[in-house]
T-cell receptor, first 112, second 115 residues
């Protein structure tokens, strides 16, 4: 399966600190996306990075992609209590571009 | 508000029964995706429709079926329900059928409990 895996499974930090979570996947991809899910609610798109990009920024978010290592990282800087959520990476498989697979998620808790 | 509407929000039903989950995509989106989220399986891709036609199939059981209607809303039918089918079912939509090339907008989900 192409499904990615996030690491760590859970992360707890103090407000103001940075949070880094990683995603590894198995086969070549076209694109990778990061989503956030507040408890029991729908997923919200955060950022999309294409396979020919290495880094992308959006506000306090920084995403990197290393296709040689089949991994991506999401950095949230200056975290806030409102960032408490689960974070998922989603990847496609280059030869079956219409399907995309979510990882297992990182549960982030930001303590005020 | 993502613009994707799912009904009902909660559903409790008995084993062996059949239910229908409904999804209205964002205005202008042609693609609809269905996902199942459970504690032990994570977020599983079930099926994708694009402009009324099935585009991609994931881990969808034979007891499950879906369709997308001419007005682009979609329905996911779950039959012969088992306890293990209890999960959150999400619908997502995107403007095109290129899967990961564009972002997907998710509904708030239908929580299905099979008793």
């Amino acid at each position: 399966s192409q499904q990615g895996e996030e690491d760590p499974q859970a992360l707890s930090i103090q407000e103001g600190e940075n949070a880094t979570m990683n995603c590894s996947y198995k086969t070549s991809i076209n694109n990778l996306q990061w989503y956030r899910q507040n408890s029991g609610r729908g997923l919200v798109h955060l950022i999309l990075i294409r396979s020919n990009e290495r880094e992308k920024h959006s506000g306090r978010l920084r995403v990197t992609l290393d296709t040689s290592k089949k991994s991506s990282s999401l950095l949230i800087t200056a975290s806030r209590a409102a960032d408490t959520a689960s974070y998922f990476c989603a990847t496609d498989a280059r030869d079956t571009g219409n399907q995309f697979y979510f990882g297992t998620g990182t549960s982030l808790t930001v303590i005020p | 508000d993502s613009g994707v509407t799912q009904t009902p929000k909660h559903l409790i039903t008995a084993t062996g029964q059949r239910v229908t989950l409904r999804c209205s995509p964002r205005s202008g989106d042609l693609s609809v995706y269905w996902y199942q989220q459970s504690l032990d399986q994570g977020l599983q891709f079930l099926i994708q429709y694009y402009n009324g036609e099935e585009r991609a199939k994931g881990n969808i059981l034979e007891r499950f079926s879906a369709q997308q209607f001419p007005d682009l809303h979609s329905e996911l039918n779950l039959s012969s329900l088992e306890l293990g089918d209890s999960a959150l079912y999400f619908c997502a939509s995107s403007v095109d059928g290129l899967g990961m090339n564009t972002e997907a907008f998710f509904g708030q989900g239908t929580r299905l409990t099979v008793v």
